[in-house]
Nanobody, 128 residues
Framework: QVQLVESGGGSVQAGGTLRLSCALS????????MAWFLQAPGKEREGVAGISADGRNSFYLDNHDTQEGRFTISRDNAHNTLYLQMNSLKPEDTATYYC??????????????????WGQGTQVTVSS
């Protein structure tokens, strides 16, 4: 069993920065793909970024601003922690952010159906 606990959310003004963390506990000896998802009010949960177990490969949602470098996913396997660095935040980034994990690799790292374990979510609110 794996437990995921997110932290680092909060309320910031547009242009601000947040770094979300997700602590993985339980069976940390296995090979876990991990990802960040967001869910805005009234919308479906969507994958924002995923990362391979060794941290060498990362994946981003094509139609999100992550490709402009605003969001960066990383992980520290020595401390069993996943991160999402969020810069230049915009009001439309307001959502609940969830981390997720799955055993083994996947060809669809940003599909929520691929993930077995989920955190409880952390709220990010960006005001204009």
């Amino acid at each position: 069993q794996v437990q995921l606990v997110e932290s680092g959310g909060g309320s910031v003004q547009a242009g601000g920065t947040l770094r979300l963390s997700c602590a993985l506990s339980g069976d940390t000896s296995s090979n876990y793909y991990m990802a960040w998802f967001l869910q805005a009010p009234g919308k479906e949960r969507e994958g924002v970024a995923g990362i391979s177990a060794d941290g060498r490969n990362s994946f981003y949602l094509d139609n999100h601003d992550t490709q402009e470098g605003r969001f960066t996913i990383s992980r520290d396997n020595a401390h069993n922690t996943l991160y999402l660095q969020m810069n230049s935040l915009k009001p439309e980034d307001t959502a609940t952010y969830y981390c997720a994990a799955r055993f083994g690799r996947t060809d669809s790292p940003l599909q929520k159906s691929q993930y077995t374990y989920w955190g409880q979510g952390t709220q990010v609110t960006v005001s204009s």
